[in-house]
């Protein structure tokens, strides 16, 4: 379902469930002017679209014991697809890496690493990140404090919700 393909309501049930994804189908229903039926179809179908990908908990990292948050930015020596690719399957597999992304500019991928402290940082970096064939250089930016976070888009006609 494209951008395009969503309607007032849609994008008014989206709004609703960025800001809590348990709420009842009868709420989300009156919150959106729809009965529980029509809404549950919708909903379902903004799903099966992958509109909604997914519900999950949003836990402060700090009560978990990981408050350290890592901006690496990597640069390999070559860029051509298959290095690419054996870079993007290494990463999808360590749990320290919340977010990766090919970039442009001086870093081919910008990730983003939470840990424990500065010895768990040192270990992800020796036993994974500096282990990978074609990588580089590796520069990391320690986060002093987290200004805003959000997981919830900025949709069209409704203002954005933080956390």
Known sequence: ???????????????ALQRDGRLPIQKLAEEVGLSASPCLRRVRMLEKA????GYVAVID???VSLPVSVFVSVRL??????ELQRFSDAVAKWPEVLEC?????????????????LSHYEEFLKAKLTRLEG???IESS?????VKYTNALPL???PSQTR
């Open 1 to 15: 379902m494209a951008t395009a393909g969503l309607d007032a309501i849609d994008l008014k049930i989206l709004a």
């Open 135 to 137: 990588v580089r250089s």
């Open 77 to 82: 020596e070559r860029q051509r697809e298959e």
């Open 61 to 63: 990292q700090n009560a």
């Open 50 to 53: 992958n509109v909604i990908r």
């Open 101 to 117: 992304y090919l970039m442009t500019g001086q870093a081919d991928y910008l990730l983003r690493v939470v840990v424990r402290d």
């Open 156 to 158: 069209p006609g409704r």
């Open 142 to 146: 320690f986060a002093l404090g987290q």
